[in-house]
């Protein structure tokens, strides 16, 4: 068998850049390389297109390099030894000329050894625009850490002054452009929400603009959907304008069980009817039991199917339990990406040695056997090139390059039928192990 190493896992300045692109209408700059630059503006170019051309002469402005995101400082040794405030400088005078709601300044690890003083140069050159600097964004810490610790200092700074709760409104905390299908996810949610009669007020993180960022504190409740990056943020909202905030007990709501959860959690709290987002995704279920009880009939699949999955301790607990228990799926391998698994993954652990599974844990999914593989697109050409023939369903980046022109969830009944429809459209190519 071939060996492969594992997916470099982004870190914390990956987390922080994305959290503050995140941002309809802020202007994010990278001081440091352009080593530094190209992966962060590419991913969040694809993920929220701002331009319509890949025409490198649409960005032939110093900084920009050819494309459109994250503009840089392009250091270089002599920065190094004699700082970058001169060019940092003419950056910030260059974003102040446009329309941008925030402009944040985030350092690279070698240029927070500099020195610089990147207050000072905010203060002189951005003028009247909300703007702050993160000078250390954590050097090895995990992309939650990163991504946690930019949205709350981007909160801190736009978030001015208390509001009046409005009732039946609801924050979602812990979206990143960094997750595969973000923006489709939120408007299931918002889809289930509003037929209970509850609106989402923003979605820290996930293309709101800085002024309905500025209106968090005006909802009633925090809903923690991914605990690794939210929690914090919860905890600060809470310290801050003394929100309160719901951690769903079924993790994110991913297949039905835990979609159902999700409503009926954030029903009870407002005492709300959930009556119209349940009997929508039991119509999701009742279109799965026809589908699949003709598959299992001719294929005895998905029941017995070997699985992996590669994600957060969240995802991974409400994926397992749904392949598991709905499906009667096993699982092979289960790696999780970030380090605050917390309750998740204690409650994973669990269930896997109920299972008899426990194993799966500590074995790695791009060097183990499998029929069905939920994770980045690297990891699944991993498994395939160790000559695995097994199918993979992309929950994470980095890509394989597939272009998803249709909206696609994995949230909710609609998520649900999408994630059956990968499964038995995949297992029905897959050699039995």
């Given at each position: 068998m071939k060996h492969f190493t594992e997916n470099i896992l982004p870190d914390s300045l990956t987390g922080a850049i994305f959290a503050l692109e995140g941002i309809r209408d802020a202007c994010v700059i990278l001081n440091g390389p352009t080593g530094c630059k190209f992966y962060h503006s590419a991913i969040s170019d694809e993920q929220f297109v701002r331009s319509l051309s890949f025409?490198?002469?649409?960005?032939?402005?110093?900084?920009?390099?050819?494309?459109?995101?994250?503009?840089?400082?392009?250091?270089?040794?002599?920065?190094?030894?004699?700082?970058?405030?001169?060019?940092?400088?003419?950056?910030?005078?260059?974003?102040?000329?446009?329309?941008?709601?925030?402009?944040?300044?985030?350092n690279s690890p070698g240029a927070a050894l500099i020195g610089d003083d990147l207050n000072l140069a905010l203060k002189r050159s951005v003028g009247e625009v909300p703007c702050f600097c993160i000078e250390n964004?954590?050097?090895?810490?995990?992309?939650?850490?990163?991504?946690?610790?930019?949205?709350?200092?981007?909160?801190?700074?736009?978030?001015a002054e208390?509001?009046?709760?409005?009732?039946?409104?609801?924050?979602?905390?812990?979206?990143?452009?960094?997750?595969?299908?973000?923006?489709?996810?939120?408007?299931?949610?918002?889809?289930?929400?509003?037929?209970?009669?509850?609106?989402?007020?923003?979605?820290?993180?996930?293309l709101d603009e800085a002024a309905t960022l500025a209106k968090i504190p005006e909802a009633a409740l925090n809903v923690v959907v991914y605990p690794e990056?939210?929690?914090?943020?919860?905890?600060?909202?809470?310290?801050?304008?003394?929100?309160?905030?719901?951690?769903?007990?079924?993790?994110?709501?991913?297949?039905?069980?835990?979609?159902?959860?999700?409503v009926k959690e954030?029903?009870?709290?407002?005492?709300?009817?959930?009556?119209?987002?349940?009997?929508?995704?039991?119509?999701?279920?009742?279109?799965?039991?026809l589908f699949l009880s003709r598959y299992a009939s001719l294929l005895g699949l998905p029941k017995g199917a070997l699985f992996s999955v590669k994600a957060e301790a969240s995802v991974a607990w409400a994926l397992t339990q749904w392949l598991t228990d709905y499906l009667g799926m096993i699982p092979a391998a289960i790696q999780l990406t970030e380090d605050q698994g917390g309750a998740f993954k204690a409650r994973l652990e669990g269930l896997l040695e109920a299972m008899g599974c426990g194993a799966a844990l500590k074995r790695p999914v791009n060097a183990t056997p499998t029929q069905m593989v939920f994770a980045d697109g690297s990891t699944i050409a991993q498994?395939?090139?160790?000559?695995?023939?097994?199918?993979?369903?992309?929950?994470?980046?980095?890509?394989?390059?597939?272009?998803?022109?249709v909206e696609k969830t994995i949230f909710g009944g609609r998520g649900a039928l999408f994630i059956l429809e990968n499964i038995m459209n995949g297992l029905r190519y897959v050699p039995e192990l």
């Open positions: 025409d490198p002469l649409s960005f032939p402005e110093e900084f920009y390099f050819g494309q459109p995101r994250v503009p840089c400082t392009y250091l270089d040794g002599q920065d190094y030894v004699y700082g970058s405030a001169e060019k940092l400088t003419r950056l910030l005078t260059n974003a102040a000329k446009r329309d941008y709601g925030l402009i944040a300044v985030v964004s954590g050097y090895s810490g995990s992309l939650g850490e990163g991504y946690q610790n930019a949205v709350i200092q981007a909160l801190g700074k736009l978030v208390p509001r009046a709760q409005r009732p039946k409104t609801v924050n979602l905390l812990g979206f990143c452009i960094q997750q595969k299908y973000y923006d489709h996810n939120i408007a299931e949610l918002k889809r289930l929400l509003g037929l209970c009669g509850i609106e989402v007020i923003s979605t820290p993180g996930a990056y939210g929690d914090k943020i919860a905890r600060y909202l809470k310290e801050a304008w003394d929100m309160d905030s719901l951690a769903l007990t079924q993790g994110p709501p991913v297949g039905f069980s835990a979609s159902e959860a999700f954030i029903c009870d709290y407002f005492q709300a009817d959930p009556t119209p987002a349940l009997e929508d995704i039991e119509r999701a279920r009742a279109r799965s039991y498994l395939k090139a160790n000559d695995c023939g097994c199918c993979g369903m992309e929950i994470a980046l980095p890509s394989l390059g597939y272009l998803d022109v």
